[in-house]
């Protein structure tokens, strides 16, 4: 772990663009040298090319020329935090010129050779890699993370799934800084609950089958559980709660959940990789807690948090998780998946 390496973020100057430069600030493996933005940003400084919304803009990036976001002159590991409508060809055009793409964007998590990682739970997917260059003809890579809500609800299934999950219901009450800046209007959330983001039940539903599921050879086989998500916006700034409902295969007791939970650790921590929290999956005895105000923030927003585990009189249990959607739901998220792709030799 010497020499740090290279990266650079596609979509620097947008919001998820600016959480990866603050999350990446002191990184001990990865060294930030490349911005990339729309020609609009192009060629200006950083500090110019947008409006930073995270305190004070860190000096190691504020004097960086903005690059285009065209292969030529950034560094081989790229995260991206590209806008959702230009993603796809962009993503791919880094892959296909050599580059390591670890995207936090939608476009390419569900095609069935692309990775979905959350690194504690299917850190095997990662064998897909292969396939993907072959099929394509890449000497790059695209691996992605979750949906901010998915992240949280994967982290809380993820000790549970040796119990055979066959149904879960989950309902989402999800922080306005997922929807990224300015967001939803102050007059549409303050006081108030919006029942409805696009598109994300479909995305909760279907990326919970996909990490959950098992490398076959060269493809996952989605888990069989039906999931029903009702996501929710309402008016807090940082952290996604989601209240869980989960039939078993098994009929487990309470007691053998609450040690799954406790217990649960993956390659991540084994590894002690730099963003790995010591306990991805921390359980909270008091009744009221997990809350997105005293809680998001604590273990640098990389944790789960788990409370509330009772018998549910519709299905067999419910909880509480909380998963905090800017950091582990994103930039977090997707450092967390080049550290694990760096300790298998992947980066090499
Ligand atoms: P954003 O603030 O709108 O930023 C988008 C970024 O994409 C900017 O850097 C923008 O550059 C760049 N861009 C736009 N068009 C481009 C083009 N034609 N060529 C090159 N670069 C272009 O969006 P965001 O909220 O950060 O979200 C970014 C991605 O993360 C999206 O895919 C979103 O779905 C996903 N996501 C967001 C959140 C969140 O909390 N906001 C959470 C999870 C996932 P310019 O500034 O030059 O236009």
Redesign the pocket.
């Known amino acids: 772990m010497q020499t740090r390496i290279e990266v650079g973020i ?10 990866f430069i603050r999350f990446l600030q002191g990184h001990p493996w990865f060294d930030l040298r490349w911005l ?7 060629g200006k400084r950083y500090r110019d ?2 409006t930073w919304h995270l305190g004070v803009v860190p000096d190691t990036v504020s004097g960086i020329t ?1 690059d ?2 065209k292969p030529g002159h950034a560094p081989r590991l790229l995260f991206s ?7 796809t060809e ?1 993503e791919r055009a880094f892959a296909q010129a050599g580059h390591i793409v670890v995207s ?4 390419h998590r569900m095609e069935p050779d692309v990775p979905l990682l959350v690194p504690e739970i299917n850190p095997d997917h990662l064998k897909l890699i292969p396939g993907q260059q072959r099929a394509r003809g890449w000497t790059g890579q695209i691996v992605t993370n979750p ?2 809500s998915t992240v949280g609800l994967t982290m809380g299934l993820g000790p549970l799934k040796q119990f055979g999950i066959a149904k879960v219901i989950v309902t989402t009450m999800q922080a306005i ?5 300015p ?1 939803v209007a102050s007059m549409d959330i303050v006081g108030n609950v919006i029942p409805f983001i696009g598109g994300e039940e479909e995305k909760m539903q279907q990326e919970t089958q996909k990490i959950l599921g098992d490398l076959r050879g060269d493809h996952i086989e989605p888990l069989t559980a039906r999931v029903s998500a009702h996501c929710n916006r309402v008016g807090v700034v940082d952290g996604h709660t989601e209240t869980v409902s989960v039939e078993f295969l098994s009929k487990p007791a309470q007691a053998d959940l609450r040690h799954a939970f406790d217990s649960f650790r993956g390659v991540p921590q084994e590894r002690a990789l730099p963003s790995a929290p010591p306990r991805p999956v921390i359980y909270m005895e008091d009744a009221n807690r997990p809350q997105p105000r005293k809680d998001a923030e604590r273990e640098r927003g990389m944790a789960a948090f788990v409370g509330r585990l009772r018998p549910c009189p519709a299905l067999d249990y419910k909880f509480v998780v909380l998963s905090h ?2 950091v582990r ?2 930039a977090g998220a997707a450092v967390l998946n080049a550290e694990l792709m760096y300790s298998e030799g992947m980066l090499d």
């Open positions: 596609l979509g620097a100057t947008g919001m998820v663009g600016q959480h990339g933005a729309s020609d609009r940003s192009a090319a947008m903005v285009d976001c935090a590209m806008d959702a409508s230009v993603a962009i936090n964007s939608k476009n949906n901010c800084s997922g929807a990224g800046y967001g959607n800017t739901g994103a």
